[in-house]
């Protein structure tokens, strides 16, 4: 396996957001005499921040309890964190029992005003992540809701995240694929930041990078390639390939091997015996006169043939 990083960042990495569970505010119901008691009380029942891919959105809801009918008033303030200038706002919409009552990409206003009757209310924060995203941005979104008595503002936050997408290519071209996308990524302008070329997958490449729409883009004009892949991989899908396997790995005592480097090179053998601990195998030489055994680290040998 080849992991060719082609800037700063690196190989696929973990950027995970801690999560909150859940969060509960209750108002108090202390008022001047003749105003009437209208206190309420919020629940945040789901997770209050999440790591989503370009593209993608992350919704979140939270419910409030209205004890007997009352007016209030909701703001949404959003705020996008990012470290590139430039980076583009993102689509924040609120709903309240459904209705949509702010988008950011409409003139509604970011502030309005609402009659709840007693029970149970749900306003829906929906966050939808730029095309155009940087790795690191994040967008921080308040609520803020309001009656005669207090106030309280859910905060979430969504964070945005690399994808892991795949290039098919011509059987037995992956290198020559792999080295060609990473000529053209140097530059930084692509948004990719590692190339992976897992040895046992033939013909796909798989790239982590920002923007599938870049990258498709740029893999066209490429030499022995057939396009990228709709949609993209996960994690847990590739992370076996992350993890170094020792050399010695699925040999053993028995095999017929051929021995693909140092003086013995292209020499066929049968494996003797296995050291796991240093990674090294024992072979006898076929066409030796004398029957010697040769010590060799694992990965200067090729299984021809299994023991049977």
């Known amino acids: 396996m080849d992991i060719l990083p082609v800037n700063q960042f690196g190989n696929i990495r973990l950027n995970l957001w801690g999560s909150l569970k ?30 989503v891919p370009v593209g993608g959105n992350a919704e979140f809801s939270a419910k409030i309890k209205v004890e007997s009918d009352s007016s209030f008033h909701f703001k949404a303030e959003p705020r996008l ?10 689509q924040v919409k609120v709903y309240l029992d459904g209705v949509v009552k702010w988008d950011s990409y409409t003139s509604l206003p970011a502030e309005f005003d609402a009659n709840l009757s007693t029970g149970d209310h749900w306003v829906t924060v929906d966050v939808s992540v730029a095309p155009g995203a940087s790795f690191g941005d994040a967008t921080e979104v308040g609520v803020s809701i309001s009656s005669k008595v207090a106030t309280q503002t859910p905060r979430f ?31 930084g302008q692509l ?39 709709k949609g993209e991989t996960s994690l847990d899908e590739v992370s076996h390939f992350l993890t170094p396997k020792p050399t010695v790995s699925g040999i053993v005592e028995g ?18 015996r296995i050291d796991h601990g240093k990674e090294e195998i024992t072979v006898e030489l076929f066409e030796a006169v004398v029957p010697i055994p040769v010590t060799v680290r694992g990965d200067h040998v090729r299984v021809i043939e299994k023991d049977k």
């Open 81 to 90: 964190i990012t470290e590139v200038e430039g980076s583009p706002d993102w």
């Open 191 to 229: 948004g990719i930041y590692s190339i992976l070329l897992p040895s046992t997958i033939r013909g796909y490449v798989l790239i982590e990078a920002m923007n599938s729409d870049k990258i498709e883009n740029a893999v066209r004009g490429i030499r022995k390639t057939h396009g990228l892949v």
């Open 255 to 272: 095999d017929i091997v051929e021995l693909v480097s140092g003086p013995f090179k292209g020499e066929k053998a049968r494996v003797q």
């Open 157 to 187: 936050k969504v964070a945005v995240r690399p994808s892991i997408l795949a290039v098919k290519t011509a059987i037995g071209q992956e290198r020559e694929v792999a080295d060609s996308i990473g000529a053209r990524a140097k530059d």
């Open 22 to 51: 859940v969060s509960s505010y209750e108002t108090g119901s202390s008022v001047s005499p003749g105003q009437g008691i209208k206190s309420f009380m919020m629940e945040v029942p789901g997770e209050k921040e999440a790591i």
